[in-house]
């Protein structure tokens, strides 16, 4: 936070900490997830909502913040955003 209040700062690697961010990381606490499976060899971040509005926002944000581009699927019956960093 710098002398206005402001966290608009870059935190790491150029990673600022906006508005896009704190919805990011709000609805990971509140809906997301990280799992794993070693047999498989993977590491796995998901987010989960009934409502597709918000999944695409989340969708949005990682793009436009990290040039990831995750699948949206439905499992469930809840649409469902998984970033998965194996091959």
């Given amino acids: 936070v710098d002398e206005q209040g402001s966290m ?4 790491c690697d150029g990673i600022v ?10 609805f990971f ?14 590491h796995r971040l ?8 918000i999944i695409e926002r989340i969708h949005d944000i990682l ?3 990290f040039g990831i581009v995750p699948a949206i699927t439905m ?12 091959a």
Avoid: E, I, Q
């Avoid at 606490?29 to 993977?42: E, F, H, I, K, P």
């Avoid at 998901?46 to 509005?53: E, G, L, T």
């Avoid at 649409?79 to 960093?85: G, H, K």
């Fill in 29 to 42: 606490l509140a809906d997301g997830w990280v799992d794993r499976d070693n047999r498989r060899g993977y």
């Fill in 63 to 65: 793009f436009r913040k």
């Fill in 8 to 11: 608009a700062d870059p935190v």
């Fill in 75 to 86: 499992h469930d019956g809840m649409n469902t955003l998984r970033v998965s960093d194996s």
């Fill in 17 to 26: 900490f906006d508005a896009d961010m704190a919805y990011l990381l709000g």
């Fill in 46 to 53: 998901a987010f989960a909502a009934m409502d597709r509005v």
